[in-house]
């Protein structure tokens, strides 16, 4: 069998040494590249009908060839290509400063020109080194977060329109794509990111912008209090000398913290969240914590152990349902979304709660936060305003870190998407990308004739 058409072979020229076709070559299913790609051996190269055969395959896979999606996030950027099912790369937020020689993140900038600069280089590798694509050839469907700055939206546009001289951009709200996933048009979606944890109800498919909950209680305030657990009362094994984590602090770099949180640490029950939270926040007599699980050891470049305490696996997540003085925590984001709204909104959106994000990803994260729902709705602040008592949770179909890229791939796919996008003609006539919450943006006024 001879098969001198792939996917491969026209993206890159047909050059010679892609004539032969390897499944891990292939964005193509086997069954798909049988329907489309095989044909005998009779034929010489000569005389194949590549024409045809590069029309039916654009008719068959044209939304791969049409469609760029990105996700972008303050910690990571999910990357792939539209229809399909997850992500080609995830890079992480930071890039490489050519001048300084420091890594810096790519939300930490002081002028929108260094903002500019850094998002050339940033897509820049994108595009070359891990999608290995030509950005003129494709289309762009960006999800945002509802707290994206707008400086950072419009640079990102210019990035795109006038460096790179994309065909079309669309850039659509993460919790709206999110729904995609899940067939419905009505939910309250509950973010966990890295840097805060948003909720968002949306009601038919149109966000309630008035009733949108934040709170800056997220992965990284989950990486802080792991860090400031190990430098108090960690310990390090260097050899076969033991020394306190405070003296080699190298070791606590964001990455080993990250790993430790994925690794090691969970959400413990309320019970015993109870008993925790009494003494961390009301001062009770230490002896009254619950008794720790297994301490665990953590391996470390150059044969080093670090040793993570059965209590630094329990207590670091519990930061972020420890309320504060305005009794916020990230389960009261939900009912504080579902109060703001109307009164014939909220027994539906309490039946439709949806929780993506890495962070939500944590071990016993999801039914903890399901506990505490059903008890705060029995204090007296919630009890008397709101009647349901009952919450129920849709399960999206991917990993919860990547729902929003599934659904921007699942819209990215969509004949309509021309439709929604902003193409580089109308940039440069405007100068100004539509925002999709201003009503002033969605309204087509009549011209006068």
């Given at each position: 069998m001879c098969i001198p058409v792939s996917s491969v072979a026209c993206k890159r020229g047909f050059s010679l040494q892609n004539r032969i076709k390897v499944k891990s070559r292939t964005s193509l299913n086997l069954e798909n590249l049988q329907n489309l790609m095989k044909i005998s051996t009779e034929p010489d190269l000569d005389s194949f009908p590549y024409n045809r055969a590069i029309k039916h395959w654009r008719t068959q896979k044209k939304r791969r060839l049409a469609r760029l999606y990105q996700h972008t996030d303050s910690k990571d950027n999910k990357c792939g290509i539209a229809g399909e099912m997850c992500p080609r790369c995830i890079v992480p937020s930071h890039l490489k400063n050519e001048k300084t020689g420091k890594v810096q993140k790519l939300w930490d900038f002081k002028t929108e020109t260094?903002?500019?600069?850094?998002?050339?280089?940033?897509?820049?590798?994108?595009y070359f080194r891990?999608?290995?694509?030509?950005?003129?050839?494709?289309?762009?469907?960006?999800?945002?977060?509802?707290l994206c700055p707008a400086a950072f939206r419009e640079t990102l546009a210019r990035v795109l329109f006038k460096h790179f001289e994309v065909g079309s951009v669309m850039f659509s709200p993460g919790h709206l794509t999110t729904l995609l996933t899940l067939g419905t048009y009505t939910a309250l979606v509950m973010d966990v990111g890295y840097t805060e944890t948003l909720v968002v109800p949306v009601y038919e498919g149109i966000p309630v912008l008035k009733a949108v909950q934040a709170l800056p209680l997220a992965g990284q305030a989950v990486h802080r209090r792991i860090r400031e657990m190990l430098v108090a009362d960690g310990k390090v094994k260097c050899?076969?000398?033991?020394?306190?984590?405070?003296?080699?602090?190298?070791?606590?770099?964001?990455?080993?913290?990250?790993?430790?949180?994925?690794?090691?640490?969970?959400?413990?029950?309320?019970?015993?969240a109870e008993k925790i939270h009494a003494v961390n926040i009301k001062g009770e007599d230490p002896s009254n914590y619950p008794f720790p699980p297994p301490d665990v050891e953590y391996p470390l470049d150059g044969g080093s152990l670090l040793y993570v305490g059965g209590k630094v696996r329990e207590h670091a997540c519990e930061v972020m349902?420890?309320?504060?003085?305005?009794?916020?925590?990230v389960a009261t984001l939900i009912l504080d979304a579902i109060l703001q709204c109307p009164i014939d909104m909220r027994v539906i959106l309490s039946e439709n709660i949806v929780i993506t994000g890495g962070t939500s990803m944590l071990p016993g994260f999801l039914h903890r936060v399901q506990v505490e729902l059903q008890k705060l709705v029995r204090e007296p602040r919630y009890t008397n305003v709101l009647a349901m008592k009952k919450f129920k949770f849709h399960v999206t179909p991917c990993k919860a870190n990547y729902a929003a890229w599934l659904g921007g791939s699942m819209f990215g796919s969509l004949e309509t998407l021309p439709?929604?996008?902003v193409t580089r003609d109308q940039y440069v006539e405007t100068g100004a990308i539509p925002d999709w919450c201003s009503m002033a943006s969605n309204t087509n006024s009549e011209k006068p004739v």
């Open positions: 260094e903002l500019y600069e850094n998002l050339k280089d940033f897509l820049f590798n994108l891990h999608l290995l694509m030509n950005p003129k050839d494709r289309r762009m469907v960006v999800c945002e977060s509802l050899g076969q000398q033991e020394m306190p984590v405070s003296l080699k602090l190298e070791f606590l770099t964001d990455e080993v913290i990250e790993d430790i949180k994925v690794r090691c640490c969970f959400t413990t029950k309320l019970e015993r349902f420890e309320q504060d003085n305005e009794l916020q925590s439709g929604k996008s």
